[in-house]
């Protein structure tokens, strides 16, 4: 038995903490914690938990001693560490701009504040009735709404505006030969944040070459980001939406509805909802569709 409490004298003996240790803790987790939150809000989350998926198959090998596996982890190590860094080079070099520009002791003396609200009803509202406002006259609208991937890389593209949203603004906008109709228009939460920005064009094979400019760039942008685009074609007329690299057309006002209801922070279920609205209407496209395709 006297051994045993030697045991567990020497081995789980509670180690003595310092002053210094308890600032290196507050330092390490302040570190990672803003890391954290800040690739959070990339592109480069994606990548980040695809790491983690491998980290946690290499602790799974090395708990059950698959040695192949080891091995070829050490060997590459080296050379993932570099391709991590190569990879998140973008990212890298706005963190680090972004430390600089902190100021870190500011929030400390002040009073936290409201967050700013999510989607509201008439900001969507304000945007369907720009959309279709402008497709009855043919004059081509590009909207992005930002999601939980931030879209700073894109807005500093272009002018910035920060007011608040309504369809007589949108529509001046995107009036013929105005200083701000080309390019896109970022908005925010319920606030446009940005005119005339630069977006990525996709180089997706599979879009149709009917397709012009902007429903590339409203598709790009969708690419490599969690947005959703509100597109409207100068030569048609017709509304369309951007998602998660695809695009959906010849959207009427409740389907666009329906799309944009989906960025609002609601309940799980309501969002089951919203996605059924979604299927039907999409159904009942292809049933229209289908329909005309017969009558020709």
């Known amino acids: 038995m006297e051994h045993i409490y030697r045991f567990i004298e020497h081995n789980m003996a509670i180690p003595s903490i310092t002053v210094t240790d308890i600032i290196e803790i507050i330092i390490l987790t302040f570190v990672i914690y803003e890391v954290m939150r800040f690739i959070q809000t990339t592109r480069a989350w994606a990548l980040f938990k695809g790491i983690l998926v491998i980290l946690v198959f290499i602790m799974f090998a090395a708990l059950f001693h698959m040695n192949t596996i080891i091995w070829i982890a050490e060997r590459t190590l080296s050379v993932m ?24 002791f500011k929030g400390l003396f002040e009073q936290g504040g409201l967050e700013e609200e999510d989607l509201t009803d008439r900001t969507i509202r304000e945007i369907i009735r720009a959309a279709f406002e402008m497709g009855k006259v043919k004059t081509g609208a590009l909207i992005v709404l930002e999601n939980s991937v931030n879209l700073d890389e894109y807005i500093r593209t272009g002018i910035m505006i920060d007011s608040v949203i ?63 685009t509100v597109i409207v074609s100068e030569e048609t007329g017709k509304v369309s ?30 969002k089951k909802i919203g996605r059924k609205k979604i299927h039907k209407w999409k159904a009942r496209w292809k049933q229209n569709a289908n329909h005309e395709k017969n009558h020709k």
């Not at 560490?81 to 600089?100: M, N, T």
């Not at 701000?180 to 599979?206: F, Q, W």
């Open 166 to 228: 309504s369809n007589q603004l949108l529509i001046n906008i995107f009036e013929h030969n105005t200083p701000l109709h080309d390019g896109a228009v970022i908005v925010r939460k319920n606030r446009i944040v940005a005119a005339t920005c630069y977006l990525p064009l996709s180089d997706n094979m599979e879009l149709s070459k009917e397709l012009g400019t902007r429903h590339r760039a409203g598709v790009g942008i969708s690419d490599v980001s969690d947005s959703v």
């Open 241 to 270: 939406i951007a998602k998660e690299g695809k695009i959906i057309r010849n959207m009427n006002s409740d389907s666009l509805r329906a799309e944009l209801e989906l960025l609002k922070n609601i309940h799980p279920e309501e």
């Open 81 to 104: 560490i570099i391709a991590v860094v190569i990879v998140f080079q973008p990212e890298l070099r706005k963190a680090l701009e972004e430390i600089g520009r902190k100021q870190f």
